[in-house]
């Protein structure tokens, strides 16, 4: 499986950005799609994430600011970044799975990132 993401940028506190993410290969058996960050000198998070049968999850970080979605029938997903502060200035990761609800150990398969820059 492989998979490409793109939409990430330079973009003011306050601002959106959309990432998307399109996989490719051997998708048959994927269920879930999400999106992972990294910032400098932190640890990686788990942004959000999108089953098959369309159950969302999110980190507390950035709910009621960001949503997730996806397209089934060509394995894309979305993350709609609105509200942006600096602090989601990070390094995004797309990420699939065969689970359902995948533990970080559990998502197989992960896009070369994204950076997401948000300036104060």
């Known amino acids: 499986v492989q998979l490409q993401a793109s939409g990430g940028g330079l973009v003011q506190a306050g601002g959106s950005l959309r990432l998307s993410c399109a996989a490719s290969?051997?998708?048959?058996?994927?269920?879930?799609m999400g999106w992972y960050r990294q910032a400098p000198e932190k640890q990686r998070e788990r942004v959000a994430y999108?089953?098959?049968?369309?159950?969302?999850n999110y980190a507390d970080s950035v709910k009621g600011r960001f949503t997730i979605s996806r397209v089934n029938a060509n394995y894309t997903v979305y993350l709609q970044m609105n509200s942006l502060k600096p602090e989601d200035t990070a390094v995004y990761y797309c990420?699939?799975?065969?689970?359902?609800?995948?533990?970080?150990?559990?998502?197989?398969?992960w896009g070369q990132g994204t950076l997401v820059t948000v300036s104060s």
């Open positions: 990420v699939a799975s065969d689970y359902e609800r995948p533990a970080i150990y559990e998502w197989e398969f």
């Open positions: 290969g051997s998708i048959g058996s994927i269920n879930s």
């Open positions: 999108i089953t098959n049968r369309g159950k969302t």
